[in-house]
């Protein structure tokens, strides 16, 4: 699987096409996409579990699923949370805005944000340039995948093509990091297009189980946004449907292949980031014991700063892994391993070359694998070193 | 309540000593501390709920509660963490070597330890040294104070006199931080000393509440220490007991205000931290919320690159809120206000003078003042910003 930007080209699956612009919100960067389908799709999608829930969720919310969606439109800049009354009526007037230029109904026309909390958004600006935006639409997903990034650095966009027993169906992923990334379920816009024919009950329950094992496995800083949602959309414009076990396999692994590739480009590009971690549980005795251990090493300040140093202090793990309250009966039969070399087993630290590992660590990924040998569960998190210019990110914006 | 360092000397409570040296652990910095009571005490500690234990606390566990300790020694530079068999081998040789010294029992002779972990402590080092930390011992605990920091930058020590029906008491806390800081109970050491006569099971339950509503509420980086211990010591040897429900109502609160005062100076000297945090949550409908959320809000780093940037970027505030499960329904209700100036109410936002409210979030302490109007409970936090120090620190470290 490649990835989106450079000079590769994203080709949306059939009778999707994609835009984005500046309508000026933001000064020099686009700041309005829009996601259209010729034909109704299928849509269901995965929420932020935060309690304080942006405007244009609590609108999503009420619509889906649904089978008869034809556009998500999505601004930037501004998150449209935490703006009352005047929020939710201006979220209304931006999916108006693209239903009457598209001539669908408001009601088949999903919203997104993502931006500074608490600034109404400028719905002049977004109503006006609507038209426009469309009619710049094609079937690439770069010009959509530019106009909804915040502080990334790098677009995200990826399309796979699987081969079913009627035909071929084609998948695209497209996403945004990159600070407040937290998911639970995933804190970050995401989108996944395809032209096979699903009813809204599987491809819920698809959607569920992929995001779980990505985006809800990444981590930049712990803090869980007020806007994110991950849409799945499914228009049937490629005539196939999964006939068979077989066929429902091979979908829900390229499914999931897309999910988990844009979720390590999220943790990747997270703010200030400058290494990919890779957190590896095995021998757990649960699963959620696996995926707690595995997201709280993504979680720790002290360890992601030691990985910014290449420092090999193993000891801020093994702590971590305590904090998260795996049981010391298992810390004892414990053995982390960083860029494959073993540090800790045994209950005792063990020796290695730490000049050797130091150099290691300088990699642009870094794998720590931890096995707890008292079982058969295993998780994979990702998450990012931190490095001042998180704070500098940070100091400044909004 | 005025603090320890500078040209203040903190008194300790009458019979206990203290004392801090450099016995060759760490290059330049003090290494090795002792506290001792002339008699033997009523000792008492709550500990880290880390699954990863430390040699020392293990010791102390199976010690305490005791009615006849005579003195902790601490040494800094190595936590003796993750050191197996030969870990608590050490610690114990390091007891013994003070009790040898002392003339008493090595089971009242109590061990904490902090530093890096995954290191065997230089034991050799810590016996030689220690008939000379002993006869260095005076009645003030700055020597002591100075000598258990790790990337502490001030000693952190304060005295109380309280006037009892019977006779006055003293009480003297000490303590240190200042990285994995997350208690649960307090990441950190902390030493409660007095002369007040008092029984054990009196002295668990006090000890308790005070770690509860100071070192608990604290955090500089959400990581959970695998050493976090505190004392609480009485030695009776101003010959006053808590005689009726007043004398216990004033003792109570002095304690409970020396806690506070040493919980709030390890949140101001957190790792990099140039300003003191401090959070209150009001009208919450339980207290385990008021708490959860008071501290959600210590935690975020983006709400501490916020601070340390002067930036009233209050959607991040609300948006931790939201994701500690603070419900929609409180949130609508919810006030917030920086610094004394209200900031969003009504679920939308208010308006404010920017620049005036940048100009007051650059004072050295920052108020985040949170009405729920959801109910009577309350609860305060303490944290600090997030610099790039923090991270200057803990690349390095190690």
């Known amino acids: 699987m490649s990835p989106g930007p450079g000079l590769h080209r994203t080709v949306l699956p059939k009778s999707f096409f994609a835009s984005g612009a500046n309508c000026g919100v933001r000064r020099y960067r686009p700041d309005l996409g829009i996601i259209t389908s010729e034909k109704e799709a299928v849509t269901v999608a995965t929420y932020t579990t935060n309690e304080c829930q942006a405007a244009p969720l609590i609108y999503c919310r009420e619509l889906l699923p649904s089978r008869r969606i034809r556009a998500v439109v999505t601004n930037s800049g501004q998150a449209n949370a935490a703006t009352g009354e005047l929020g939710l009526q201006r979220n209304f007037a931006m999916a108006e805005a693209a239903a009457r230029s598209l001539g669908v109904e408001t009601s088949q026309v999903l919203t997104a944000s993502t931006g500074v909390i608490g600034h109404q958004i400028e719905i002049d600006k977004i109503v006006q340039a609507m038209p426009e935006l469309i009619a710049r639409s094609t079937n690439v997903a770069e010009n959509f995948a530019l106009s909804i990034l ?226 058969k569960e295993e998780a994979v998190a990702w998450g990012c070193d931190l490095s001042k210019q998180y704070i500098d990110i940070n100091t400044e914006y909004s």
Chains 1, 2 share one sequence.
Not at 199 to 213: G, M
Not at 286 to 297: H, K, P, S, T
Request: aromatic share 4%; glycine share 8%; proline share 4%.
């Open 150 to 375: 915040t502080t990334d650095l790098v677009p995200k966009a990826v399309t796979t093509v699987v081969r079913l027993s009627q035909g071929e169906v084609r998948i695209t992923g497209i996403c945004k990091g990159s600070g407040m990334i937290h998911p639970n379920m995933a804190t970050m816009l995401g989108y996944l297009l395809t032209d096979l024919q699903i009813e809204p009950e599987l491809a819920q329950s698809l959607l569920r189980e992929a995001v779980d094992q990505s985006f809800n496995m990444i981590s930049v800083d712990g803090d869980c946004s007020t806007n994110d949602i991950t849409f799945f959309m499914a228009n049937g414009a490629s005539g196939v449907a999964l006939k068979d076990e077989e066929d429902y396999c091979k979908f829900k692994d390229a499914l999931f292949e897309v999910a988990r590739f844009l979720a390590q480009a999220i943790a990747a590009d997270g703010e200030g980031a400058t290494k990919l971690i890779e957190v590896t549980i095995r021998g757990a005795p649960d699963l959620e014991l696996a995926r707690r251990a595995a997201r709280g090493v993504t979680l720790s300040p002290l360890i992601k700063s030691a990985i910014h140093g290449a420092n090999p202090n193993w000891g801020r793990i093994l702590a971590r892994l305590g904090a998260e309250k795996v049981p010391a009966s298992c810390l004892q039969k414990t053995v982390i391993s960083l860029q494959s070399v073993a540090v800790f087993a045994d209950g005792s630290p063990l020796e290695f070359d730490r000049r050797c590992l130091h150099d290691q660590l300088k990699q642009s990924k870094v794998q720590i694998d931890i096995d707890l040998a008292s079982g």
